[in-house]
């Protein structure tokens, strides 16, 4: 199911020239484009086992297993020994500098990613790893390593002990999906799921530079959903993301999942369903539907529940094998814009193998909201040919890229109202398993969409783990 398909020798190559905008009064604004650049290794052996149908080492939700920061690059991974290394090189190095971080993985499971972020009032970086539903790793830097990578070196003695809490703080005893998200005011706030799949409920905390403070749950797994086959009263909210826009609006597009399968056509599907969306103005105490009504306040007893209003911005039901997690970002006006999945209509309203289904006949939509309020949704033509999820990123222009499985990558033009779709780059010569993760904050400070991949394995063989990048318009 994983086997990569090869599109059309018509998209091959990794160059598309694009079209100019009409008009002598400006300069033409540029269509989407990617130029490969060059390819760095990480690890010739880094760990492979497929679970969950993915990746320990790239998967979707893993916010953030490559960012940039102050002209320097950083990735982490499990080795195949299992540790947990970070590694760094100067944009534009071929090589890579690690360390060991003095952890091991404990079980071979996808979901226990590695996850960076960066607190820009001090200069630290932070990971968290190693977590499904239940405890956590967490790991800091010395203060300034990020402010100075070229005048301090990159040694194990720059990290400190691995902990399970946040320098005390203790969480929850299920604890899965750290994202980590650096505020406009320099804080670095960290976003987790509490409890288990189909019964849980998201959270924040918040570091300032000194000490970590727990803010709170603020989305709800009560309340009762009803489809056509049955009713669900428990679920989980899957985030697509949680993101900062240039003037400070926190941006969350979701899925439920419900924790009944009674929602189901058949038992063989996935209860996810309908795309919703939220926001804050206040750093995540409050969130806000489409319409700017608070549907929930963080930490407090009112919480974003299924049964809001106001929070469906695409509906879809249980029955079309709806992916959790996918991607989003915000464009240059802080409108929100994301990337769903699911098997379309067209092939049938019931599907019963929802990995089988989705390789077969999944397609990925591109969700945005437009300059008058309203919410789009175009479909990519591109074949999933996978179970797995897509990235989305936008460049300077607006222009969007899908970096689907494979590391297949299609644009579309804010020109045309993102209606121009096309394949730019068809994967090949990566051989790349599935899912990348990719660098979003390299996008926006030096126009270059990075992203990290593993090269395809069989069982537990080892695999090499590489970053390759790609120049965007200029």
């Keep these: 199911m994983h086997r990569r398909t090869l599109l059309a020798a018509a998209f091959a190559g990794a160059v598309v020239t694009p079209a100019l905008a ?10 989407p484009s990617v130029t490969r650049t060059g390819t760095t290794t990480l690890d010739s052996q880094a760990i492979f086992f497929v679970s969950y149908d993915g990746l320990v080492n ?35 190095a071929s090589t890579w500098s690690t360390v ?34 239940d405890g956590f790793t967490y790991v800091k830097s010395a203060a300034g390593l990020l402010d100075d990578p070229g005048g301090l070196s990159w040694t194990a003695s720059r990290f400190g002990a691995p902990q399970s809490t946040l320098d005390g703080l203790a969480l929850t005893s299920q604890f899965t999906y750290p994202q980590f998200i650096s505020t406009p005011e320099g804080k670095l706030q960290l976003s987790y799921r509490v409890a288990v799949s189909g019964n849980g409920r998201n959270a924040l ?6 000490k970590w403070t727990n803010l709170g749950e ?34 969350s597009f979701f899925t ?62 249980p029955d079309h094998s709806l992916m959790n997690q996918e991607s989003q970002f915000t464009d240059s006006a802080g409108r929100p814009h994301a990337i769903i999945s699911y098997v379309p209509g067209r092939f049938g309203q019931c599907t019963t193998n ?10 990925a939509f591109h969700v945005r909201k437009n300059a008058s309020g309203s919410w789009q949704k175009t479909e990519i033509p591109v074949p999933l040919n996978s179970s797995q999820r897509t990235k989305l990123v936008l460049d300077k222009y607006d222009n969007a890229y899908a970096i689907f499985p494979f590391g297949r990558i299609a644009g ?63």
């Excluded at 905390?205 to 000194?210: F, P, S």
């Excluded at 929802?354 to 397609?363: E, H, I, K, L």
Aim: aromatic share 10%.
């Design 205 to 210: 905390a918040e570091y300032d530079g000194t």
């Design 58 to 92: 790239n998967n979707s939700f893993q916010k953030n297993g490559l960012l940039t920061y102050k002209g320097y690059q950083y990735a982490v991974w499990y080795t195949a020994d299992r540790n947990a290394v970070v590694g760094r090189r100067a944009l534009g």
């Design 22 to 31: 009409s008009g002598t009064a400006r300069a033409a604004v540029p269509g």
């Design 218 to 251: 603020w989305s709800s797994s009560t309340g009762t959903y009803s489809s056509e086959h049955g009713s669900s009263t428990a679920r989980n909210m899957y985030l697509h993301g949680i993101d900062y826009d240039r003037s400070g609006r926190l941006h």
């Design 412 to 474: 579309a033009s804010a020109a045309s109202g993102y209606t121009d779709w096309k394949i730019l780059f068809d994967g090949s010569g990566l051989n790349a398993f599935g899912e990348v993760v990719v660098d979003e904050m390299r996008v926006a400070q030096d126009g270059v969409l990075s992203f990290m991949y593993q090269e395809t394995s069989s069982g537990t063989t080892p695999s090499a783990l590489h970053v390759v990048d790609f120049r965007l318009p200029a």
């Design 354 to 363: 929802y990995v089988a289904d989705r390789t077969a006949n999944g397609r």
């Design 100 to 133: 060991k971080v003095g952890h091991t993985l404990r079980y071979d499971d996808s979901h226990n990613v590695i996850s960076m972020g960066v607190s820009k009032a001090d200069g630290r970086l932070h990971l968290n790893m190693d977590s499904h539903s």
């Design 256 to 317: 439920w999942r419900e924790q009944n399968g009674a929602v189901m056509c058949n038992g063989g599907g996935i209860t996810n369903h309908d795309t919703g969306y939220v926001y804050s103005d206040d750093r995540g105490r409050t969130w806000r539907n489409n319409a700017g009504t608070v549907v929930g306040v963080t930490g407090g007893s009112d919480k974003v529940s299924v049964n809001d209003a106001g929070l469906v911005v695409d509906p879809l039901n």
